[in-house]
Nanobody, 126 residues
Framework: QVNLVESGGGLVEAGGSLKLSCVAP????????VAWFRQAPGKEREFVAS???????????SHADSVRGRFTITGDNDRNMVSLEMNSLKPEDTAVYYC????????????????WGRGTQVTVSS
């Protein structure tokens, strides 16, 4: 079992920025794919960004079309942390953001992920 803890959510005005972080207390992310998903009220959970664990280090990243150019996922191998830098936020980015981890599977596929955090709320006001 991998316990994931997200932090960094909050309320921000449109055009603002937030940085989310995900850690796995007592565990390492080495060898894991880690992703961010989000779920807005009344909508299905959707892919935001992922980073692939390769040979024990973070490697290739992927971002959803809706956030590409505004959001950036990064992995810190030394701190065992995955972050999501969110810039130029829009009201439609309002959602609960979830961190997820898996040892295999398709990085942007929700069904591939075995471990999930409880989520952190991001609210963007217009």
């Amino acid at each position: 079992q991998v316990n994931l803890v997200e932090s960094g959510g909050g309320l921000v005005e449109a055009g603002g920025s937030l940085k989310l972080s995900c850690v796995a207390p007592g565990r390492t992310f080495r060898g894991y794919n880690v992703a961010w998903f989000r779920q807005a009220p009344g909508k299905e959970r959707e892919f935001v960004a992922s980073i692939v664990g390769m040979y024990g280090l973070f490697g290739r990243t992927s971002h959803a079309d809706s956030v590409r150019g505004r959001f950036t996922i990064t992995g810190d191998n030394d701190r065992n942390m995955v972050s999501l830098e969110m810039n130029s936020l829009k009201p439609e980015d309002t959602a609960v953001y979830y961190c997820a981890a898996a040892t295999r599977g398709i990085p942007d596929d929700l069904e591939s992920y075995d471990y999930w955090g409880r989520g952190t709320q991001v609210t963007v006001s217009s």
